[in-house]
């Protein structure tokens, strides 16, 4: 992954049994907080029919987004989170591939 350029993120949190609803308020306090940071391009939070709630981030550039992971929201949402989810949330990084149309191709 290069040091610049867009960069995405998807994140997986595993909620435990009963605890959706903690989790989402978390959610719900820390993605307005996100949304102002700088190089935040997309924070949106999703949710599975298994019941995983899924992150997908796009962030301007590597170092904007190692900045959001040291940041109050983030400190904050994982304070939150404490004793909520059955397992670490699972964050992933990938770059962009963009193919085709550049408006359905790429994230």
Not at 50 to 55: A, C, N, S
Not at 73 to 83: F, I
Request: charged letters at 20%; a negative charge.
């Amino acid at each position: 992954m290069t040091s610049t350029g867009v960069v995405n993120v998807v994140a997986v949190f595993h909620p435990l049994e009963g605890h959706r609803d903690a989790v989402m308020a978390a959610l719900e306090t820390a993605i307005p907080l996100v949304h102002d940071e700088p190089g935040c391009e997309l924070y949106v939070i999703t949710e599975a029919d298994d019941g995983r709630l899924i992150m997908i981030e796009k962030w301007s550039s590597v170092e904007q987004l190692d900045a959001h992971g040291s940041s109050d929201a983030v400190a904050e949402l994982v304070a939150a989170l404490d004793g909520h989810l059955a397992q670490p949330v699972e964050v992933i990084r990938l770059t962009p591939l963009p193919i085709g149309d550049p408006v359905k191709g790429e994230l």
